[in-house]
């Protein structure tokens, strides 16, 4: 890995093939614990946890691997990957993703262009980096692309960027369809989703003309602290949406055993099947599959 800067007021610091980015502000005690971190040749995801429990969470911090880079964000800076724009969602805030490219750029990019300095090891006052892979590790050409998706790479089991057509290629090969999707509750039972649900402690809806009314599954008991319209599962007819309601203790979704994201409320976040849903002090329901009927020939 090869890295440049324009000189600007925020901070980087780099260390055996991985760059972290602070704030102006950010204390020179924590910009040396970042160094050391990154010395250890540690992973983007734990040295996104140290550095939080430190209390110096960074812009970003991007290491380099044979994937292509992992990276963690907790701002939006502008980030392109191989000169397209990588957006931030919201429930992506804080969990590493892969991406896959020759070239990252973060920050003011377009100082870029007026020019580098290189930085291959130690702290410096910058206004964007760039990152230089050494070779694409990528077999599928054009993997970031304007009309890029996120997802799981079932392969390392982190959050990827892929092209829109790979997706919609993912799309037909898997279950596309609302009628062959379920809810598992935590007493085994399965629950269709063929339309929307409302979970909670005493989940209720005001409903709507012509529109199917969504399914009520109370939830609770047992000493779990649910709200009392907590959580809401949604199909909009291509994905289905997992929207928190406003819960008091909220709800974490769950992906391959690790926490992904807590949801916002009113920030739904697109489900796949073996999720599950969190809600308030541990309650788990996950997405599931329905048996499919038999094709008669």
Known sequence: ?????SPGRAWAVTARGAVAVFAPETPVSMLSAAHA????ARGANSVAASLERLGATPFAVIVADSQGARIVRWKDVPLQADAAEVPLAPEF??????????????????????????????????????????????QIPGVIARAADIRIDDDTDEIAVFTSD???????????????????????DLIPLDRGAILGRRP??????????????????DGHVVSRNHLAV??????????????????????S???????LPGHPMR??????????????????????KPELV
């Open 234 to 255: 949604t199909w909009d007819g291509e994905q289905l949406l997992a929207e928190d309601l406003g819960s008091t203790n909220g709800t974490a979704v769950t992906r």
């Open 257 to 263: 055993g690790i926490v992904t994201q807590r949801l």
């Open 1 to 5: 890995m090869r890295c440049e800067f």
């Open 93 to 138: 805030v804080g969990v590493q993703q892969v991406v896959h490219a020759t070239s990252l750029e973060f920050g003011n990019v377009d100082e870029l262009r007026d020019g580098t300095l290189p930085l291959e090891g130690g702290v410096a006052n910058v206004s964007a980096v760039r990152v230089t892979l050494d070779r694409r590790t990528s």
């Open 37 to 40: 971190l990154l010395t250890a």
């Open 271 to 292: 489900l796949q099947i073996g999720d599950s849903l969190v809600l308030g002090d541990g309650l788990t329901v996950s997405i599931g599959a329905l048996a499919r």
């Open 166 to 188: 790979e997706i919609a290629e993912a799309r037909r090969s898997s279950v596309a369809y609302a009628d062959e999707l379920a809810l598992a509750l935590p007493t085994g």
């Open 204 to 221: 209720h809806s005001s409903g709507a003309d012509g529109v199917r009314p969504p399914r009520l599954i109370a939830l609770g008991g």
